[in-house]
């Protein structure tokens, strides 16, 4: 299909997580139509086999390319991890951004990225050891201090996001990286920013980076999108896509997404 | 299969939790055999479609008549919600328990039980109103007060059972009982046994009866078995058996029946 500056930017996930990426690109690219697809269906991904993410992540990305984007976004650890090059092969002429690489990048490009990085993430994304490679491959010099995070994408749904459950569970989490001199902490899993406030508090006096990949991966679409001439004037819609249960889906995106959802559709994808 | 004294009770869940289930079988039973189930490649049941739930528990229910077990022990609360009856019809002849009846009889014919009793379970569970239904059917004079506690299940797997996290979680969901009468809770889900300590001092003073349907389940087993002559002696094993990550299986197994496991099995169905 072709694509102009007018068409829509797709944006995906195994479930609602990528909406703190959506909510990024609204602020970053106000004027961008954007498609959502969270595969609500067959959420979590992070236990399924690689070939099965990558047969998923493909079907997605079919989706998509089906709507005429002329970005794809990757809001999802782990498809960045297991499938984002069968997707760039997929996407042809479409540029695919991933957070991975965006939180890598940008947790590099910082004052704190120098000798040693934290990451939390979920027990799947650090099992996979994604950003220690992604990390590694750009600077083998750096030390990546991971520590897997699993309750915070349950406290994140049941919108526990700063009551004393959350504080302390934050708090149990963090104290891991007390030994440690991390001065920059990727927030490796597309839930955690609606920790950051927290977190941040958390870390006290001390100087540190938080890197929200969500903002990460935002900023590199707007300046992709600058490079290729395809910047939009006039739009700024969000069309939102899931494979089962959009009432739940709309109860929770206004928590991620700071503002309420129109009508969100349902896609068998198969 | 020719089923005699001498065969295994099959017990079966959607992931690990059911082990509380095995746990109290085999403090109950110490002389049966049991071959444990837990479908770790399909996990969570509560947010599939009922047909797809049914679809796996016969799946299940197939893989443990082949294996020739004299009676099937539905530990899931998302299966007894909505495939008990074809899976009884699969069964033929074999005894099919389920916790949803069997944690229903216990409240209702305890002291706690005569007018409200209190239910906790995942989204899933609480949504499909199973407990009220299968209360209301027995006792339609009994007011039943539902409370969904989603972030139990990720406590427990991480093992937090009864830090400050765990007790906070359970502060908060149980003050929704402050206002009524109950005196009785039903723990509507087989991961949450493990935080029976926690939630009975959580309810100080108050007399209460925690019926925790593990137990209950258990003794329905030992009271069929006695009827039916069925009983084992000289017996004790227990053989698991798990759709996908065998080795999380085991690593979590021992928070769950408290010792740990010997070998687990992969078995792939369709």
């Known amino acids: 299909m072709k694509t102009d500056s007018s068409s829509s930017i797709g944006i995906f996930d195994s479930g609602i997580g990528g ?3 959506a909510k990024a690109v609204i602020e970053a690219l106000p004027e961008e139509n954007i498609i959502y697809f969270g595969d609500t269906a067959r959420v979590p ?3 399924k086999s690689e070939e099965t993410v990558r047969n998923y992540a493909l079907q997605i990305t079919d989706f998509l390319l089906s709507k005429g984007v002329k970005m794809i976004l990757i809001a999802c650890n782990t498809v960045s991890a297991s499938a984002k090059d069968e997707i760039i092969k997929a996407a042809g002429d ?3 951004l991933d957070v991975i690489t965006s939180g890598t990048d940008a947790a590099l490009s910082g004052e ?6 934290g990451v939390i993430g979920t027990l799947a994304t650090v099992n996979s ?3 220690v490679r992604s990390i590694k491959e750009r600077n083998n010099g750096v030390e990546v201090i991971q520590q897997a995070c699993p309750l915070l994408v349950p406290l994140a749904e049941e919108g526990w996001i700063d009551n004393v459950v959350a504080r302390q569970t934050l708090h149990t989490y963090l104290s891991y990286f007390d030994e440690t001199n991390i001065r920059s902490l990727i927030l490796g899993c597309t839930h955690y920013p609606l920790f950051k406030d927290v977190i941040a508090q958390e870390f006290g006096g001390k100087k540190i980076d938080i890197i929200d990949s969500a903002e990460s991966i935002a900023e590199t679409a707007r300046l992709k999108l600058k490079e290729l001439r395809l910047e939009n004037s006039g ?3 969000l069309e939102c896509y899931v494979s089962d249960r959009p009432q ?3 109860e929770l995106a206004e928590r991620f ?3 309420s959802l129109g009508d969100v559709q349902i896609v068998t994808l198969s």
């Open 19 to 21: 909406l703190t990426v």
């Open 45 to 47: 991904y992070g236990i």
């Open 94 to 96: 479409i540029p695919v």
């Open 112 to 117: 704190g990225g120098k000798d040693q990085i």
């Open 129 to 131: 050891k994604a950003y």
């Open 235 to 237: 739009g700024g819609k």
């Open 248 to 250: 739940r889906f709309q």
């Open 257 to 259: 997404l700071g503002r």
